[in-house]
């Protein structure tokens, strides 16, 4: 090209000084404007009224810092070693220090999530799609799918940044290796967002990207479609067996020790704390010498305020689900969940017991932890301007 032509690209790029430059000078300050372009890209998201333009920035800014501490994980200049039986090669960046991708890189992927293709977007889709339909890759033995569970977590951050706007604190006090329990309060009505966004919390918040892998009620492993799903994106069933292997092998186990009564919460009792359960969760974090994360949650109670509960509908589902535990129902009026601004405070942990504990031990153990997030809940709200 010209210098003319390359000066008329400089003054499309707003290049100040470009009527002195010379060619060369030209060419490095286009590709230079082309680098920051790519580097800082428009506000991306869900764009909702009533959403001010400065959580829209907020959200951009954090989904650029995302992006950039992801990037540190891949090294996109290498390819993963793995081959198929048929001599097809895997394509992938490796991870940084290893000769192997996310999905060919042993157990560790299991607990640690990053992009697979470098980044998150639907950019990374197609590649995605291969690896899945080809089956080039074995899940873990509760079923999590690393590709089915990076989908998920590229289309919650929708929810997460722009919808919901979740801020968090005290991330610094979970674990960022080796097993631990992460016990939260419970809300919902409907469905279980506080699950998918304290998940979302340590992927995206966290020094290093750690799986939280929820357990859940037994209706969310009883649905034929929903229950696929639910295993693939990284949840395991709710009973103490399945708990205390996923702490042997060093994961973090999300709870919500309220369990279906904290879920199916009226608005008149929201963010009051129930029991958490006969302290089911204390015991096994102490069997396993793991440490205990308490985990305050403010907004997953509002999103769908439950302004009745049918004893009623209870039985109808118990009906279809016999195994189902539940007395109550909620029935929330909005179908659509509130914009409601969402708050996470991970507290200190509490370090397993040197000790034996018979169940007197457990059960105050488990007290204090209720308080500590009630204290904390009451805290929160006391310091909240709007709930949007």
């Known amino acids: 090209m010209t210098v003319a032509e390359l000066r008329k ?6 290049i100040r000084g470009r009527s002195s ?60 070693i793995w081959t198929s039986v048929e001599g097809h090669p895997c394509g992938l960046p490796v991870r940084v220090g290893t000769t192997t991708c996310g999905l060919h890189g042993g157990r560790e992927i299991h607990d640690i999530a990053f992009p697979l293709t470098g ?5 990374s889709w197609p590649t995605l799609w291969r690896h899945l339909t080809l089956a080039t890759y074995d899940i873990d033995a509760f079923g999590l799918d690393p ?25 610094e ?13 419970h809300g919902g009505a409907a469905l279980p967002y506080d699950a998918a966004m304290l998940a979302l919390s340590v992927l995206n918040e966290a020094e290093v990207p750690r799986r939280v892998r929820v357990i859940g009620t037994e209706i ?27 702490l042997d092998r060093g994961h973090l186990v999300g709870v919500f020790p309220e369990g279906e009564r904290g879920f199916m919460k009226p608005v ?55 195994e189902q535990r539940v007395d109550e129902i909620a029935v929330a009026l909005n179908p ?21 504990m018979d169940a007197l031990d457990l059960l105050e153990r488990t007290a204090d932890i209720r308080q500590s997030i009630q204290r904390n809940l009451d805290d929160m709200l006391a310091s909240r301007r709007t709930a949007f």
Not at 221 to 246: Q, T
Request: glycine content about 8%; overall charge negative; aromatic content about 8%.
């Open 220 to 246: 969310f492993n009883m649905l034929p479609a929903v229950s696929h799903l639910y295993r693939k994106v990284g949840a395991a069933y709710a009973s103490r067996e399945d708990a205390r292997e996923l």
């Open 147 to 171: 590709v089915v569970a990076e989908m998920a977590w590229h289309l919650l951050n929708g929810l997460y940044f722009d919808y919901f706007r979740v801020e968090v604190e005290g991330i």
């Open 173 to 185: 006090h979970v674990p960022m290796d080796g097993g631990a329990i992460l016990a939260a309060n």
């Open 268 to 322: 008149w009792e929201a963010y009051r704390v129930g029991r958490l359960g006969r302290g089911g969760f204390t015991e096994v974090a102490a069997e396993a010498g793991v440490p205990i994360v308490p985990v305050a949650i403010i907004g997953s109670e509002e999103v769908h305020p439950a302004v009745m509960v049918s004893s009623k509908l209870a039985r109808l589902v118990r009906m279809f689900f016999p």
């Open 119 to 123: 980044h998150l977007g639907f950019g």
């Open 9 to 14: 690209l400089a003054a499309a790029a707003d």
């Open 336 to 356: 659509i969940p509130l914009p409601i601004r969402w708050r996470i405070r991970f507290l200190p942990p509490v370090p397993p017991p040197a000790d034996p």
């Open 21 to 80: 430059m010379r060619k060369a000078e030209l060419v490095d300050a286009l590709v230079a404007a082309e680098n920051a372009t790519d580097a800082s890209p428009g506000p991306t998201g869900i764009i909702l009224p009533g959403v001010s333009e400065e959580d829209r920035q907020n959200a951009h800014s954090r989904r650029d810092r995302l992006r950039h501490r992801l990037e540190q994980f891949t090294d996109s200049s290498i390819h993963c």
